[in-house]
């Protein structure tokens, strides 16, 4: 187990709701980054959240935004959702600072469906 | 944007070792390599990482060639339990993303 865990663990939306997704980082990371992952493809980067500012953002538009907080944990928001947005999100923390250690550790996902 | 070019599957015995390879031929001095595996519908899971040191530790081995464009997992005895995507990654060590591609889908059989 790598400590990061994320909830809730399924979540199913309609077309044009929003989403609030939540992950609690690994004791001692300052780093969060969030994935998306469609069905039988890898992981897709959509943002990376250090000392509470976005730090990287991936080919996502803007309806999807996360915030980070004091302790580390994270969200990520989706707003007007579509049917493609269903995936696997995954959320991995990470401790920043050691420049090639920065390993990314990942929770379990929250899989979402979008009808 | 992935770098790194998989095998799209592969099987392998119980028991016995599991060589995964990977090409990064275009990899640069400073880019470390990753290997990830994910078992169904999990998260990744990290494996190991190297720059050009092999490197191993109580999950597996990484061993980088001399010329760094290409690299091998190695399981060495392969359990039921190791039946995954395996990723191999290409990252820039202050690098914020893992840039996934498609992987090679391991199948260990009894």
């Known amino acids: 187990e790598t400590g990061v865990t994320q909830s809730p663990t399924h979540l199913i939306k309609t077309r044009g709701q929003q989403v609030t997704l939540r992950c609690s980082s690994q004791s001692g990371h300052n780093t969060v980054s969030w994935y998306q992952q469609a069905l039988g493809q890898g992981p897709q980067f959509i943002f990376q959240?250090?000392?509470?500012?976005?730090?990287g953002r991936g080919n996502f538009p803007p309806r999807f935004s996360g915030l980070q907080f004091p302790n580390y944990s994270s969200e990520l928001n989706v707003n007007a959702l579509e049917l493609d947005d269903s995936a696997l999100y995954l959320c991995?923390?990470?401790?920043?600072?050691?420049?090639?250690?920065?390993?990314?550790?990942f929770g379990p996902g929250t899989r979402l469906l979008v009808l | 944007d992935a770098k790194t070019t998989q095998p799209t599957s592969m099987d392998c015995a119980e028991g016995r070792a599991a060589n995964l390879p990977c090409n990064h031929s275009t990899i640069s001095g400073n880019e470390y390599v990753y290997w990830y595996r994910q078992i169904h519908s999990q998260g990744p899971q990290y494996i190991i990482h190297g720059l050009k040191n092999n490197e191993t530790n109580e999950m597996a081995s990484l061993i980088i060639t001399e010329d760094r464009k290409s690299s091998t997992l190695i399981l060495p005895h392969a359990t039921l339990r190791d039946t995954a995507v395996y990723y191999c990654?290409?990252?820039?060590?202050?690098?914020?993303?893992?840039?996934f591609g498609a992987g090679t889908t391991v199948t260990v059989r009894a």
């Open positions: 990654i290409v990252r820039v060590g202050v690098d914020y993303k893992l840039s």
């Open positions: 959240y250090y000392r509470e500012e976005e730090n």
């Open positions: 991995a923390s990470s401790l920043a600072g050691l420049a090639g250690q920065e390993t990314q550790y």
